[in-house]
Structure formats: C-alpha cells, structure tokens
C-alpha cells in the first residue's frame, strides 16, 4: 500500500469513512457522513444495529429534507460490515462511538490502530475521557484525536477537536478541514481536561437542576420552560459571553464583570454538593418526566427537536445582514459550497411542466394558523427560479464569474393553503424567451394529491452585474434553453397565466 503523508490529506481526499459503533451517537455520526456523499461503513455488533441505525438515518434524511434546498452530493452507501476489520480497513475518517468506559475503548482503539490505513484519522465521540489515556496503547498515537459531537449529530454542527499528548498538531488540522466538509463546525480545544469545554458547562447547569428538582423549587416541566423561553434562545445566537457584553451597556464587558462579578461570591448555588441520586429522586424525576412528555414516543420527541432545530437554523442563516450568525453562517457556507460544487442536474422530461423542487412545510415555515407564510412561498418559487437557471448552467461559477438572470417582476396566486408537516413540489413551464428575457409559469402542488396550491408567473432578465444593466445570454445558455422551450412551446397556455391583481375570475 502507498502511504500518503498526513500533509496530503485534504478535505475533497475523504471520501470513505467508518463508524465503529452505531446506538444514538454512531448512527447519527453515519448519518451526518452518509448525506455529506461518503460512502461509511459500520460496525456494531447488537443484533438490532441496522433497525437503530435505519431510524436514525430516516431521521436525518427527514431534517435534510427541510433544512436546505442546496443541492447534496450523491448519497453515500451505507455498508454494516461483520468485523472492526472489514469495516475501517479502508476508511479515511474512522469514529469510535461505543459505550464510555475507559478499558473497552481502549482495547477497541487498538484494534482500530492495528487494520487502519496509515493515514487514516482516527476520532473517538467520547464525551469526558482524556485522549492521553485513550490512545496510551496505540502503535500510532499521532493521528487519534477526541472528535465529541453533540446530539443529534446530524444536525448540530460543532464537534469539539482534542488531541492528547501523542497527537499532531497535523492531524488536529486535517480534523478541522474534515470536519469543514461535512458541514461541522471543528472547535480546537487547546489543553485535555476531562468532559472538555462543552459537557463541562452542562455539568454545572446539569448539577444545579437536580438540586432544584430535589429540593422541590420546581418540577422538570417549569426548569426546561425557563431555560427555553429566556436565555436558551440568547444562547443560540450568541453564546454566553457576547450576550453578557451586551448586557453591560454601552460600557460593554467590563462593566458587566464589575457589577456582577460580586455576585459569584453569594452563596446561591450548590454547584460543589454533589446530589444523591437515590431511587426516589430517581422515580420522582422519570414521573415528572413522563408527564412532560405528553405520551409521546422518543421518535415523537426526536422529530419534534429535529423540526425546531431545522427552524432555528434557517432563522440564524438569515441574520446578519443575510450573512448568517452562528450555526445558521456556518449553515450558510456549506450551502454555498454545496451550491458551488454541485454538477449541472439532468434535464427533466420537458415533455411536461418541469418538477424541479420538492419540499416539506417545516415549523419555520408556518404562522400562527399553522399555514405557510407568504414569503415563503415565494421563497418556493425562487428556488424553482433558481432550478431552471441550475439547469441551463447558470450556476454559482456563472454568476461568480459576473452573469446572472434577475427577477423583475413576479405574479403571485394563493389558491389553497399548504399546513405544517405537508410534502410539495413545484413545476415550472416556461412561457417565451429571447437573448435576454426568461418568461415562465410555476405552480407549488401537493405531493399526494398533486393539487395546486399557489401559482407565480415571472419574469427575468439576464444581467451584466458589473456593468448593472441586461445584457444578452451567452449562446452556451440559450443552446441549453432551446430543447425546453420547444416541448413547452407545444403544451397548452396554463389556466392563470396573464393574469393581473383583482381580475375577475
């Protein structure tokens, strides 16, 4: 086998991958890999492996499928494999995720260590333990590292990077630009320290609530409204220390510091006790929690967080002055990429109105009726605006490069109402075109009755950017239009197309 030097490696190289250990973070881990276009392999030997793993993934797919129109890469094949061996023994990128406890990672590190490529990384989701002690029998300490995600994997992007005393600083970097390429965000933690920087926060918070509820100040239902309905959503933009600036003024921080920094002295916490978990705090926590729950399954659960989250993502991509803030501008940068790397789609059957998006009402889409929102259905038809363009090569190189097409004015109909949860695709059919002008017809349908919701007609002209006015499409584009617009020249003019506001019907 051909070694290949560490300084080789470079993100667009992982194309492979393992996960040993498939329960709630392995799969999830698959998951994130297998819908970034890497073929992943897995291990794990419980016999209910590819039924977990199958849930997970269904999930995943279900949250992809709302978080971002961005064209994917062609999904990655899933493969479980019978042995550790068979299935790391050709991966760039190996993640352990198996139960945390020190001895049964190591020994399954090593085995690791001992069939993987000389270049392969090798993470471990643990989610406290030190990599010094992790990677102590290793042959080839030098390329593990800790890579702790947080749940669910596929969607949360960060993933603490933390190397131990035998490992590089290269394979840290390669880490980073790994990480970059399925869309997560690489923190480098500097020094080991045991539970990192993420799980040390939640302990203290983790800590003191089980104080609250032992002590019976509140129940577990009114301890989660407070954090979601006050500082869980700051921290979802800002984190802790940018709000905090904030709340010291116009002075900033160091007023904030010197009239708070007081209170750390009170005695308001227990953060140093310890609670005993005994079986009747146990029981009047699981009680509580059943409660909250409604009665609703951990898939329920699962898909009601996955939806929010998808929500809350597309809301931070958009702030910012459109450039996005947090997780939503790390969101935004891999769609760019995504958009950027994606291949001219294949013509569809122009016989007929183009399908060209299909997409599902998430809870950021809906208002207080639990309808879709206006803006978005336009959204909806910019993104089949932007399909058509996709198929006659005006792509994210094109429009780089100084060229684009640029709606100019767009007719909107509401005919039905799209709810919460329902699936939609549009159709596009276009209307008449010349050197610089793009006329054409869309309709959002529903996807199980196929019944159209909403129509737009809309026109666009193609635009010299630097020079700011329209100017002709280069004859490779209007080569790429001619077959469409010959099949539709042939179809019926649709019901709707010329209208104007307030027309009678």
Request: charged letters at 20%; proline letters at 5%.
């Amino acid at each position: 086998m051909t070694t290949i030097t560490p300084s080789t490696i470079t993100p667009s190289t992982i194309t492979k991958a393992a996960c040993i250990g498939g329960g709630v973070i392995g799969g999830a881990w698959a998951a994130r890999f297998v819908l970034a276009g890497i073929d992943t392999r897995i291990y794990d030997p419980h016999p209910e492996a590819e039924r977990i793993i199958g849930e997970v993934m269904a999930n995943a797919e279900r949250a992809y499928a709302m978080l971002t129109t961005a064209p994917l890469p062609p999904r990655g094949k899933l493969i479980f494999c019978k042995s550790l061996r068979e299935a790391v023994e050709v991966a760039d990128w190996i993640q352990e995720s198996v139960p945390e406890r020190l001895e049964l990672k190591r020994g399954v590190l090593t085995e690791i260590d001992a069939h993987a490529r000389p270049d392969a990384l090798i993470g471990s989701s643990t989610s406290g333990l030190l990599p010094s002690e992790l990677q102590r029998d290793m042959a080839h300490p030098g390329r593990f590292f800790v890579a702790h995600p947080y749940n669910p994997v596929y969607l949360l992007p960060l993933v603490e990077l933390v190397g131990g005393t035998g490992t590089t600083a290269d394979t840290i970097a390669r880490a980073e630009r790994a990480a970059e390429q399925i869309g997560m965000k690489g923190v480098v933690i500097h020094k080991e320290i045991e539970a990192f920087v993420g799980d040390r926060l939640l302990e203290a918070l983790w800590r003191e609530a089980l104080w609250l509820i032992h002590d019976g100040i509140c129940d577990t239902e009114t301890l989660d409204n407070v954090i979601r309905y006050s500082f869980g959503l700051r921290w979802a933009q800002m984190g802790l220390f940018e709000t905090y600036r904030i709340a010291g003024g116009e002075a900033g921080m160091r007023h904030f510091l010197a009239q708070f920094g007081p209170c750390l002295s009170w005695p308001w916490t227990k953060l140093t006790d310890v609670v005993d978990l005994n079986d009747a705090l146990v029981e009047k926590i699981g009680a509580q929690s059943d409660a909250q729950a409604k009665g609703r399954s951990i898939r329920e659960l699962e898909r009601i967080r996955d939806e929010n989250l998808v929500g809350i993502l597309q809301a931070l991509k958009g702030g910012n002055g459109g450039e996005g803030w947090g997780a939503g501008q790390l969101l935004a940068n891999f769609e760019q990429r995504l958009w950027r790397e994606a291949k001219a789609p294949a013509l569809p059957d122009p016989s007929a109105p183009l399908r060209l998006v299909e997409a599902k009402v998430s809870a950021a889409w809906v208002d207080y009726n639990g309808h879709m929102t206006e803006h978005r259905y336009l959204q909806l038809f910019g993104d089949t605006a932007d399909a058509l363009l996709r198929l006659i090569g005006v792509d994210m190189a094109y429009v780089e490069a100084g060229h684009s097409y640029y709606t100019v004015e767009t007719h909107l109909r509401h005919l039905g109402e799209a709810r919460l949860g329902q699936r939609l695709y549009t159709t596009l059919q276009l209307l008449s075109h010349d050197a610089k002008r793009l006329h054409f017809f869309s309709c959002v349908h529903d996807a199980e009755t196929g019944a159209v919701l909403a129509t737009a007609e809309q026109m666009m002209l193609h635009v010299d950017s630097a020079a700011g006015r329209a100017s002709p499409a280069p004859q490779a584009v209007l080569d790429r239009l001619a077959p469409i617009a010959e099949a539709h020249g042939a179809l019926a003019r649709p019901e709707g197309a010329g209208r104007f506001v307030g027309q009678p019907r």
